[in-house]
Every structure is written in C-alpha cells, then in structure tokens.
C-alpha cells in the first residue's frame, strides 16, 4: 500500500532563497523564493544556472531524505513518466497534451546537517479546488472535459503498472503558461500496482483501511484492499459528481470512516437513481451515473475500455476546447456535422442511450474481461487460475455483472423520459435531497495540496466555452 498520510513526516527548515543544487544530471539549479508549502515538503521556484530567466518555469520540491511521499513520486517519473516517454505516448494516441507535469531532475543537497531530498518539475498554475471554493460548482461541460483530460492520464500511467490514488480537485492544476490546460499533479500516493506485469492479489485488510483522501478514496481503499485501476476510476467518478453537484453525500461524516464508507457502498449499490436523485433539482447527471455504473462493475484486476470511459462523458466526441470556468449560464445549442442546429438534450440523450445499450450488451455477455500488463500467456493463465480460486473476488464479480442487468431495464426507462428527471421520485433512498452549496452550512471542502503555488483568482482568464455535444439543464 503507498505512504499513509499522517502526523509521522515533518516540514523541512527552510532552504536559503540563492542556495544552488545539484541533480544527479549535474545539472545546477538556483533556489528561487518559497511558493508553497505542506504537510511534508516546501516548494520553491527553480532557475537553471546555465538560462536565467526572470519568469521562473521551474519549481523545486524539497523534503527530508528520510521522508516518503516525495521518494515515492521520484519513483514513479523515473519509471514511468520521463519526458521522452510522455512525447511517444502523446504522438501514438493523437492528443494534444497530457496532462501530466514534465520532471527534468532529482538530486540531495544539505543544510544545518540535514539531508534533504529535491525534485524539479514544471510550475504550474492555480489548483482547482481555488477556483472551486471561489466559484462553487462548475459547468458540466467543463466537469465532463476534465473527466476526458483524466481518463488519458490515468490510461497512461495504468499502462505504466501505477495508479494515482488521490485524485482530487487539489491536485488537478492548469498550467502557468498554458492556463486552458489541466494537469494532475502529486504523485506522492502513486502505487505500482502490476509490477513487472504481474497484477497484486486482492485481499482485503481492515488495519489498512480507509487510506487516502477521505471524501474521495475507494471503496477497495476503505477496505484496506490494495489500489487498483478501478480505484482510480471510482475516485475520479466521485470528482465529478463534487463538481458537479457542490457536495457529496457522505460529507458531514469524513470523521467517522465507516460511515463514509457505508454511504459510498449504498451510492454504488444503487446507481444509477443514487446519483441522479443526489443532481440539483432541474440538472442531469447521466453521464456520471453510466461512468460509475462502468467504473464500479469492473473486476479488479480488469482493464478498463477508457476509449468507452470517455464516450460517456463526451457522447459526440467533439474535440475538447480550453476549459471554461466561468459561472454564467451555459449554451444549449450545438452543431451537427452538416452545420444544422440541434437541442443538445435530444442530440446528447440519443447518443448515451445507444452507448448504454452497447455497453450492457458487451458486459452482460462477458466482453471486456480482464487485460493485465502481458508478460506471456502462461503469466494470464496463472492469474486467471488464482482468481477463479479466490472465493471473494468471485463473488464480488458475480454480483457486479448481475447489477449490470438489474440496471439495464431502469436505464432504458429513465432515458426514455429525461424531460421527467428534476422530479423522478426514488423510494427507498439513502441520500437526502441536494442542498445549495451557497448555504452557510454546506460544507466546505478542505485538503488543499501542498503542490499549488501563490497564484490569484486574476490571474485565471475567461475562457471560450467548451463545444461538447452535451446538455446543461
């Protein structure tokens, strides 16, 4: 299991502002001033000694030696994430970017006797949890693209035998000189889970439990289980329904653990309705329904159809524009191929329905199974063996897929009438009805990362709107 994230790590004292550090690379670095700082590390801005520039576009992580999540972070660039290897990836998928900050070097320096540990990354921008508490909660459209933006980091870094594990608005950054882009940054909680192709086991382990961010984390993570694909995709589903809706269910009860874990279960359990009920009165959340209904039936060690992912969040697959951020009201037409206008309801609905219907026809017959990291077929073989001998695993995914099918009916009714949505009535509930977050006691997110930087909510521009073929009630 990676790090937990507790009282035992200290901040380091304070580099001298001028202080130069040498990478392994022998490259030199010139400690520029303190920008941020948490509960492990300080970050400062960094000026190569051979390109001074008065625009800093470097930062430097420092922590003690002995410290863990920035070791555990190093790690995960050095093995999975270097420079020329994000390019490839990048030019191999056809995408514009990916969102994850560019690591040029590492190295230990000392000070008043101490051993500190440095990474230098690409600055970046103001976190979205800043703009989040500033302008509550963000448009679907820009709740959707971000989902796409992470769906091809997470590909990435799965197929690279890690998962991210603490997904969260404090950890998604836009970038300093490209502020229309969205990079997930902190990889300190990154864990290697198919080391050399050989996918962990699940076994759960209650005095590992309830690892992670508490409004975010996994149920496998509840569970004391290690971290997995679905994981991350579970976490990220949560994101978007914050983001979309200002708060989640179990957000008066982070200081009781399994109850926050019993609300995550009964959301799950329930989907779609849970999530649809939970929506603001007159929104749709279908999208992030069917997402989860996806992320949450995937076997453990199954490998997710993120090219299926991301057609849920963007139905039409239009090209994704910069993120917009402002709070005005969001635009209802879109364009067809032919130039015609067309109600993005209609067009949006029709799209998701025949998706559902696609997908529920590939799980209900058994496609998509598991894909770990090959390392020959004999390695599969011997997987497949182990699993069909664990008895919890096999019932976890027996009852997975028969959820597929109890849900298969409902969807088709509900999308049958979206026009009903912002007055369905569910029996039986869990969840209360949505709360304004504006209201004085709604609750307040927390947590922010210790990799943000001083930026001021000026400095975020407002940008073109998003043409995603989809609907805003």
Not at 85 to 96: F, R
Not at 394 to 401: D, G, L, M, N, V
Request: with cysteine; proline share 6%; charged share 25%.
């Amino acid at each position: 299991m990676p790090p937990r994230r507790n009282g035992k790590y200290k901040l380091p004292d304070p580099l001298p502002e001028g202080k130069v550090l040498n990478d392994m690379e022998g490259k030199q670095w010139v400690l520029g001033k303190m920008i941020g700082a948490g509960g492990f590390g300080l970050i400062y801005l960094a000026f190569p000694t051979n390109k001074p520039d008065k625009d800093a576009r470097h930062v430097i992580k420092v922590e003690y030696q002995e410290n863990g999540p920035l070791f555990s972070e190093l790690k995960f660039y050095q093995r999975a994430a270097k420079k020329e290897c994000i390019k490839k990836w990048i030019e191999c998928k056809q995408l514009d970017y990916l969102g994850i900050p560019v690591f040029y070097g590492s190295g230990l320096t000392e000070f008043k006797g101490r051993s500190y540990r440095f990474m230098v990354m690409e600055r970046l921008g103001m976190d979205l949890q800043k703009i989040s508490d500033q302008n509550g909660t963000f448009r679907k459209s820009t709740v959707l693209q971000l989902g796409v933006r992470m769906l091809d980091v997470l590909e990435y870094i799965h197929e690279n035998e890690y998962v991210h594990g603490d997904i969260k608005a404090a950890n998604l950054l836009l970038g300093y000189k490209n502020p229309d882009r969205v990079y997930l940054a902190d990889y300190g909680l990154a864990y290697r889970y198919c080391p050399n192709g050989n996918h962990k086991q699940y076994q759960e382990n209650p005095r590992k439990g309830h690892n992670g961010t508490m409004e975010f984390t996994s149920l496998d993570a509840h569970k004391g289980v290690a971290l997995s694909r679905r994981s991350d995709l579970e976490i990220l589903g949560y994101c978007l329904l914050r983001w979309t809706c200002g708060k989640l269910p179990w957000e008066r009860s982070l200081q009781d653990p399994a109850a926050v874990q019993a609300a995550k279960t009964n959301l799950l359990d329930e989907l779609p309705e849970s999530v649809l009920k939970w929506a603001p009165s007159g929104s749709s959340c279908y999208e992030i329904a069917q997402y989860l209904v996806c992320a949450h039936n995937l076997a453990y060690d199954e490998k997710p159809d993120y090219q299926m992912l991301k057609k849920i969040l963007n139905p039409g697959g239009i090209p994704l524009g910069p993120l917009d951020f402002s709070t005005k009201g969001e635009c209802v037409n879109v364009r067809t191929p032919d130039h015609q206008k067309v109600h993005s309801q209609k067009a949006a609905t029709k799209q998701v329905s025949q998706m559902q219907t696609r997908f529920m026809e590939k799980s209900v017959h058994g496609e998509g199974s598991a894909e770990p990291s090959a390392t020959g077929r004999e390695v599969q073989k011997e997987e497949k063996r182990t699993r069909s001998c664990n008895k919890e695993a096999a019932q976890e995914s027996t009852r997975r897929r028969q959820k597929y099918c109890e849900l298969q009916e409902f969807l088709n009714e509900v999308k049958s009438s979206p026009q009903k949505e912002s007055f369905m009535q569910f029996p039986n509930s869990f969840y209360e009805p949505h709360q304004d977050p504006t209201h004085p006691d709604t609750f307040k997110s927390r947590c922010p990362s210790w990799y943000t930087c001083t930026s001021t909510a000026e400095n975020i521009p407002r940008f073109v709107h998003t043409h995603l073929l989809l609907f805003h009630g």
